[in-house]
């Protein structure tokens, strides 16, 4: 079973920006897609960008625009760029490939 860990949340002001990563324990992206997932208190956990293996993206609704999600295949991680951030953004973010959960990192945007 694939080992998935995000990092890079925290604090941030409305419109401020926040990069977070997902390590793989092995060489996945290059033959699996992944995807980032986010929870907000008290809500259903809503899928926010997908990743192929071939680098094609898509992303919610509601973070199209904003959100970047990329790879980095020789480092076997998978990163989300998030700019102009809202309060509405606040969650905890998961990554998910291959059955297999990270442990979550929070995001907080708050003034």
């Known amino acids: 079973q694939v080992q998935l860990v995000e990092s890079g949340g925290g604090l941030v002001q409305p419109g401020g920006s926040l990069r977070l990563s997902c390590a793989a324990s092995?060489?996945?992206?290059?033959?699996?897609?992944m995807n980032w997932y986010r929870q907000a208190p008290g809500k259903q956990r809503e899928l926010v960008a997908t990743?192929?293996?071939?680098?094609?993206?898509n992303y919610a609704a509601s973070v199209k625009g904003r959100f970047t999600i990329s790879k980095d295949n020789a480092k076997n991680t998978v990163f989300l760029q998030m700019d102009s951030l809202k309060p509405e953004d606040t969650a905890v973010y998961y990554c998910?490939?291959?059955?297999?959960w990270g442990q979550g990192t929070q995001v907080n945007v708050s003034s």
């Open positions: 998910y490939c291959l059955s297999s």
């Open positions: 092995g060489s996945i992206f290059r033959s699996h897609g």
């Open positions: 990743i192929s293996s071939a680098g094609s993206t």
